[in-house]
């Protein structure tokens, strides 16, 4: 029992080759959902980020009947194939030459559905000129046809612009690259593709590896469009939305063979974004994944092309306002110093030692002498040493700067009693370079035999 019956013109033949050509580029199936108000053709990619459905008004057929009653889900009918198959009775050689006079008059198209046939076919008759006909039987497969959900009421954000403007300059994107970047920045539209891949130059010789080097780099190409040349144009500037490069070909591609302009609708990146255009009774409606950042709330990425100040830093700079309040409290109140511990005591290479009189006293010239060496305080060396005396030439303390590695820097106490033993010190060699003073006349000195 036949489920649908209709008909098309030639335009509408070429019109259905196209858009098959652009479902290929999201999958390898097409799903087919048939109703009375409309026919559709959809397509997701194996990811699942990528939605593209076509749908056909009943004024795009030559006739259109859909019996509701006949199908298994009442009021709908759904299937799905492969593009390539669907494609064969759909070739591009029907879409050559449109404006001219060709054979093809029209193409009917039947779609069978009983429960009890082992095989559900759908017919596809091209009906040419002087009593030329070609059918095609395909094989179906029943299957339930999944919808992408967008909500246009929370798109607040988007741009309309002809698909030609579009087309020109999707030239220049370089064929291996991967994703695309749109920013808005000083009143233009910025388009970037661009690639986080990097290609492997194995096997190249010397030369070539050498230029490989440059071009194996990932490729950036950016584009900037007038916003005077959108229709409509709604982007905050320090938004980046990331899509598919491959997509939005697929998608601008499509377009400009309706001449139409392309709409753009979305809020916010992390959150679907959708094309939409139609003409000639044609709807055509494409739901992406996004990525990318809005560095007007929060933090990325990547991408890319604009240096803005990162939520990152934001973060690590916000704390600042508190800083002069724990400045203040350890100006009133400052911890109590740090003594220097016995680890920073150990002398360091290319630093003094703390007690410099014990160092030099400590210097023997001759550690393996019989005879103690003649000092002029060697009757004081010997004495025991009274650590209750005030004047001690040395002491011990420690720096309030907590600074380890720093030289030993005298305080004031240690500069003083350093300088008054150096002037006592001083004293005595005076004293004794003087000698001791005469006791008796030479005429008085007699020799042994005097």
């Known amino acids: ?175 291996k690259t991967e994703q695309l970047d749109m920013l808005a ?3 233009k539209a910025v388009f970037t593709s661009f690639t986080e891949k990097i290609m492997d130059g194995k096997g190249k010789t010397t030369t070539i590896a050498r230029l490989w080097k440059i071009l194996k780099q990932p490729l950036e190409t950016a584009i900037s469009i007038h916003v005077q040349d959108f229709d409509t144009f709604s982007f905050p500037e320090d938004m980046h939305l990331v899509i598919s490069v491959k997509d939005f070909k697929a998608i601008v591609t499509h377009a400009e063979t309706l001449r139409t302009t392309i709409v753009a609708s979305f809020s916010r990146p992390s959150r679907p974004l959708q094309f939409a255009y139609e003409a000639h009774g044609v709807h055509c409606e494409f739901t992406l994944m996004t990525t990318g950042d809005y560095r007007g709330e929060s933090t990325s990425a990547t991408p890319r092309p604009v240096a803005t100040a990162s939520p990152s830093r934001r973060t690590s700079v916000a704390p600042s306002a508190t800083s002069p309040l724990k400045k203040q409290t350890s100006i009133e109140m400052p911890p109590p110093a740090r003594p220097i511990s016995i680890a920073s005591q150990v002398p360091k290479k290319g630093f003094a030692t703390i007690q410099r009189g014990i160092t030099r006293a400590s210097q023997d010239p001759d550690q393996d002498s019989l005879f103690v060496p003649n000092h002029r305080d060697d009757d004081r060396a010997w004495d025991a040493p009274d650590f209750d005396r005030d004047d001690a030439e040395d002491e011990l303390g420690w720096d309030a700067s907590g600074r380890q590695n720093s030289g030993f820097q005298p305080t004031l106490r240690d500069g003083g009693s350093h300088a008054s033993s150096l002037r006592a010190r001083e004293a005595v060699e005076s004293e004794e370079s003087q000698g001791m003073a005469a006791t008796q006349r030479l005429s008085q000195l007699h020799g042994l035999f005097d």
């Not at 591009?92 to 001219?100: H, I, K, P, Q, Y």
């Not at 095989?119 to 919808?147: D, F, N, P, Q, W």
Request: a negative charge.
């Open 185 to 187: 920045k000083d009143g």
């Open 1 to 175: 029992m036949a489920v649908l019956n209709c008909a098309i013109s030639p335009e509408t033949v070429g019109r259905i080759h196209d858009l098959l050509v652009c479902l290929g580029k999201f999958g390898e199936t097409v799903g087919i959902e048939a109703r009375p108000e409309k026919f559709t053709f959809t397509a997701l990619n194996s990811s699942r980020t990528a939605y593209a459905a076509f749908s056909l008004d009943p004024g795009a057929f030559l006739s259109y009947d859909f019996d509701s009653h006949a199908s298994a889900t009442p009021g709908r009918f759904t299937c799905q194939l492969y593009n390539k198959t669907l494609l064969s009775a759909f070739r591009s050689r029907l879409a050559e030459n449109r404006n001219a006079d060709t054979p093809l008059e029209r193409c009917d198209i039947s779609i069978e559905e009983d429960a009890d046939a082992t095989e559900c076919r759908m017919v596809v008759a091209i009906i040419c000129k002087h009593g030329l006909s070609k059918i095609y039987r395909l094989t179906y497969e029943s299957v339930e046809i999944m919808h992408a959900l967008f909500d246009k009421t929370t798109a607040t954000n988007g741009w309309k612009i002809s698909s030609k403007i579009l087309r020109e300059y999707i030239e220049y994107f370089g064929p």
